[in-house]
């Protein structure tokens, strides 16, 4: 397949297929530690005209978000590997390896590794817009070395930040 989108580019309108956007395995458009957690970005508002984000998580046991609310986007995940704690409104479950879960704008949610292990995951926005809450706050990755947990000025930053990407936190 031809790649006629680069990474940070608008998809290409003159392709005959389309504006297609390929993002060769071990890839991404850019890869940022999210605390502890390790999220790499392989479709962003800029190269699908705004319409996806689509990003492949490395999360560890304990790992996830507080509560929030997407009031613009919907959110939808498909776990690789793992088991996740889902929190629906007030009521939560645990989603494993091979299960999808789709949460729609508005709605009160988090996800957490109830695991021993590390788990992973493919999360997706639509509309794209909220990669670049995570890329403002997150510290691009580091071949070779480990994330840290979320720092004190991180997590205000979180609390700051949130308004602006369209985020509202809901403990």
Known sequence: MTTTAQPGAAPAANHPEGAVVHCPAGTGVKTVWFGDAIYSFKAISENTGGNLTLAEATVPPG?????HIHPR???????????????????????GTGDFVFVPRGTR????????????????FTPAYLEKFFMEIGQEARAGE????????????????APRHDLTLAP
Do not use: C, W
């Not at 790992?63 to 509560?67: E, I, L, Q």
């Not at 986007?73 to 989603?95: H, M, P, R």
């Open 146 to 161: 480990a994330p840290a947990p979320l720092t004190p000025e991180q997590k205000q930053m979180i609390v700051d930040l």
């Open 109 to 124: 949610h988090r996800f957490r590794n109830v695991g021993l292990q590390t788990a992973h995951m493919l999360f997706m």
């Open 63 to 67: 790992g996830g978000p507080p509560p």
């Open 73 to 95: 986007a919907d959110e939808a995940f498909y776990i690789l590997s793992g088991q996740i704690e889902f929190l629906n409104g007030e009521k939560t479950f645990v989603a």
